[in-house]
């Protein structure tokens, strides 16, 4: 195999806002491993939040990079090949789970366009079940939220970025121009009275879930969220890995598995199949990635509850095709593997 690396600066299409700061360009990595014939594509965006700069995933990849190229796809197509290749890249990407999952990305749609089948196929799932992928809205002026709210109308949920001395009635007034399910995301803005307060009211408003109000290291303040909140809680920086899911299941009602935070489309599935197995309800989410990373998310959609997957429809400039998201519905590539060119 061969590995070539491309760096892109994605602008967005509005500066996007959470309780931990505004971006307006996101700095990303799209692997490429070819063998000659057949290109797959992986993707990691930079996330300062988790240490994952453009550097520090290049250098890591880099640094493997002998070992990458070395290693050759099974000739007999056998199932277990992207798995396989995970587990012999563990060693020496395990600190930068960033740089693994793009690499296991495209890893996987390599396998699938080898072998002539879209990933979801070759794992034996079906893609009648496909949840609809809610829209986000960043934290801004309230007028400039309704806006961006009626920028992309009709979607079936959107998801609200909280954190304010006015959360509630940022969705009160959201609530007057759409019908939608709405979901909340507090990224750890919240201290556990506040959840609890904020979900009775928030909870009249048609409000689904509400996703990680508490910093992850409060398991105090959330274990009280949990037994007294009146809207389902879910974790994302608190499930990172593979350890965190059985943890989560002591004070959450789901988990929010993020590919790039684990490591890739392998340990995810394992994480969506003990979560289901605990009595979780799943969901995948993105960062701000472009169609190469969020067709990876796309393979999964039969095992999950929810997603949020709307990378794509956040940027000015896509580079690459894949799935297709219209009013939140997912529509799968022609390509098989994940599905992904790049433009």
């Excluded at 890893?107 to 079906?126: E, F, I, N, S, T």
């Excluded at 409060?218 to 274990?223: I, V």
């Excluded at 969220?225 to 809680?233: G, I, K, N, W």
Aim: proline share 6%.
């Amino acid at each position: 195999m061969k590995m070539t690396l491309h760096r892109f600066d994605l602008a967005l299409r509005h500066a996007f806002t959470i309780a931990r700061g505004t971006t307006h360009v996101q700095r990303t990595l799209v692997v490429e491993l070819s063998d000659g014939v057949h290109s797959g594509y992986g993707e990691a965006p930079e996330t300062d939040y988790y240490g994952a700069t453009i550097e520090a995933i290049t250098a890591a990849l880099d640094s493997a990079r002998a070992k990458i190229e070395a290693i050759e796809p099974s000739e007999d197509g056998t199932i277990t090949w992207p798995a396989d290749f995970w587990q012999a890249m563990q060693p020496d990407l395990a600190s930068q789970p960033f740089a693994q999952c793009a690499l296991d990305q495209a890893a996987h749609d390599l396998w699938g366009k080898r072998l002539g089948q879209p990933v979801y196929r070759l794992w034996g799932l079906l893609p009648e079940h496909r949840p609809p992928t809610d829209y986000t809205i960043g934290i801004d002026e309230l007028d400039k939220m309704i806006a961006k709210l009626r920028e992309m109308p009709d979607f079936p949920v959107y998801k609200i970025k909280l954190g304010t001395p006015h959360d509630v009635e940022i969705v009160r007034q959201l609530r007057q121009h759409t019908d939608a399910i709405f979901r909340v995301d507090a990224n750890c803005g919240w201290s556990a009275d506040e959840a609890i307060e904020k979900s009775r009211q928030l909870a009249e408003l048609n409000v689904q879930f509400i996703e990680q109000p508490l910093p992850p290291e409060d398991t105090d303040g959330m274990r009280r969220v949990y037994a007294e909140t009146s809207l389902p809680v879910i974790a994302d920086e608190s499930c990172i890995a593979e350890p965190d899911v059985a943890k989560c299941a002591e004070y959450f009602h789901g988990v929010n598995v993020k590919l790039v935070k684990c490591g890739g489309m392998t340990p995810a599935r394992r994480m969506i199949d003990e979560a289901r197995s605990l009595g979780l309800r799943t969901m995948v989410g993105c960062m701000t990635e472009s169609t190469v990373g969020i067709s990876a998310i796309a393979q999964l959609l039969p095992l999950l509850d929810y997603v949020d997957m709307d990378g794509p429809l956040l940027l000015a400039e896509d580079v690459a095709s894949g799935v297709r998201i219209e009013r939140g519905i997912v529509h799968y590539a022609q390509e098989n593997g994940n599905g992904v060119r790049l433009l």
